[in-house]
Every structure is written in C-alpha cells, then in structure tokens.
C-alpha cells in the first residue's frame, strides 16, 4: 500500500520569512551583504581578508558563524569595522535568526558591505 504525504507548507517557512526581513534591513540600510558558506579550512576567513583589505574596510562589517570557537572573529578583526561572533553550536550553518539577532549588534548605518561567514 502506496502512502501519500501531503506537505500544507514548507518546514523552512518561518526561516524564509526571517531571511526575507534580514534582507529588507540591510536594503533599508543600503548594505550589500553576501553570504559565504563552504566546509571549514576551505579559505573563507582569507578570501575576506583580502577582499576587505581591498574594498573598504572602514565601511565592511563581518558576521561569523563558528560551531564553538573564536578563532576566524579574531583574525578578521583587524580587517573590518566590525565583527560579530555567532556560535551555532550544533548547528553546521547559520539560520535567519541567528542573522537577524546579529544585525542588532552591528551599526547597520556605518557599513556599505555586510560578509556573513558562514
């Protein structure tokens, strides 16, 4: 006997809809942000390095996701106005939530570029 399971929405819904108010923050701010996600070790904390060395990094903000440990937040320090550390726990990525909770730590006003180390 074949089963049917009828989905009436979708179990990333309110994760969505928090993305979709994280991106008209930084709209209404007039941030341009961009999300970097790959496996630990892969370069991300060094390609941002470089790139806000490059751009700005008086205007460049840098949100950290990291499973326990500071350590990417410390080396990007130095490299951008602001940093904020989030960790997931046991969480491999961060979720809308942990985003938005980290756009009221920055000074949303005082950036052109929002890295979200992912």
Do not use: W
Request: hydrophobic letters at 40%.
């Amino acid at each position: 006997m074949e089963t049917t399971i009828k989905v009436a929405r979708s179990v990333f819904e309110a994760n969505e809809s928090m993305a979709r108010r994280n991106q008209s923050r930084m709209n209404e701010a007039g941030v341009l942000s961009l999300n970097l996600m790959s496996a630990p070790g892969s370069g991300k904390t060094t390609l941002l390095q470089r790139s806000m060395a490059r751009l700005a990094p008086e205007r460049s903000a840098v949100l950290v996701g990291d499973l326990q440990t500071s350590r990417d937040a410390d080396r990007l320090a130095s490299d951008a106005v602001e940093v904020c550390q989030i960790n997931t726990g046991k969480g491999c990525h961060l979720t809308a939530r942990q985003v938005s909770d980290g756009l009221l730590q920055l000074r949303l006003e005082q950036i052109s570029y929002l890295f979200i180390e992912n």
